[in-house]
C-alpha cells in the first residue's frame, strides 16, 4: 500500500466517523476499552474475522491495511496447526508476497472454483451492506473474489461507516490503456470528476492486470445499482470500485467496541449478530 494514494475528499486527511445506525456498544475481543489507534481498531476487527475460519477452509486473503491483519492472523493460526488443510487464494500481487513470506500456502492464479470465506477490507460501508473498495488499487481481483466466494466478510474500522456511498470517498474505476481518454470523457460527463490515480513518483498506477484507475468524486451516490449498470456497459472500463449485495457480513470496529452486521441474501436485511 505504500506507493498507492488513498484517495479521500478534498482537503480531508482522514475520513471522518459517520454513523449507519445508534451506535450501540459492542463488545471487544481481546482488547482494551478506550482511545485505540486508527490500526489497532482494524486489528481488532480482522482478528475477529479469523475466528470464523476452520481446518479445510479455502480462504481469499483481502487487500489493504486492514485485510493484512488478518493474513498475519490466519498465519499465526496456521504456524500454530490450528487451520489444517488450509488453502488460500489471494486479490493481489502485493497480499501474494506477504502470504507467502508470512509460509501460508497459496492457490496460483487460476483460482479455485469455489472460496469458502474471504476477509476483505473497505473504503466505505453504507447501510445495506453496500461497498466502495478499490482504495488499494485490487478491486477487479477483489471483486472475483468476492463473487467466488462462499461468505464475504469485510472488515473496518468505523470510520468507514457512511449514510450514502460516495459521501467519504471517491469510487475508483479501472480502464484498459487503450482509449483511456474516452473513458476520462465518459466519466466527466456523468460527473464523476475523474482523476487517473498516480504514485507517489507522479507516474501513473498501474494496477496487477496492467490497467489503469480513474478515482471518480460523484458525491453521495442516489442509485449505486444504475451507476453501476451504467459503468458496466461501457467498453474499455473492465471494473468499478462498488460492491453491491456482496458482503455477507461486517465487522466494524471502533472506540465502543466491536460490531458484526449481516445481510441476509435473500432478503438483503441487515442485523446486528451477537459479538462473542
Ligand atoms: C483494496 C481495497 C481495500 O480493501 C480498501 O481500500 C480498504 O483498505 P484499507 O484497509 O487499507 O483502508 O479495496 O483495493
Redesign the pocket.
Known sequence: ?ADTPRPLPEGQDSAPAAEISPVRPGKWHNAPMRSLDRDSL?HAAAVYAVRFLEPGTIVGL??????IHAVREIARRHAAGELPGLRCFATSSEVARAAEAAGLPLIDAEGPAVIDLTI????EVDPRLNLI???????LH?KIVAQASKREIIVVDEAKISPQLGTLYRLPVEVIPFGRAGQWHFLHELGGNPVLRTKEDGQPYITDEGNFIYDCAFGPIADPEELGAELHARSGIVEHGLFLGMADDVIVAGQNGLRHLRRDPVTGQVREVAVE
Open positions: 500500500m482494524k483481502g487487500t489493504g491495511s486492514t485485510a476483505d477490507g473497505a473504503d473498495k478499490g482504495g488499494g488499487g485490487a478491486l477483489e
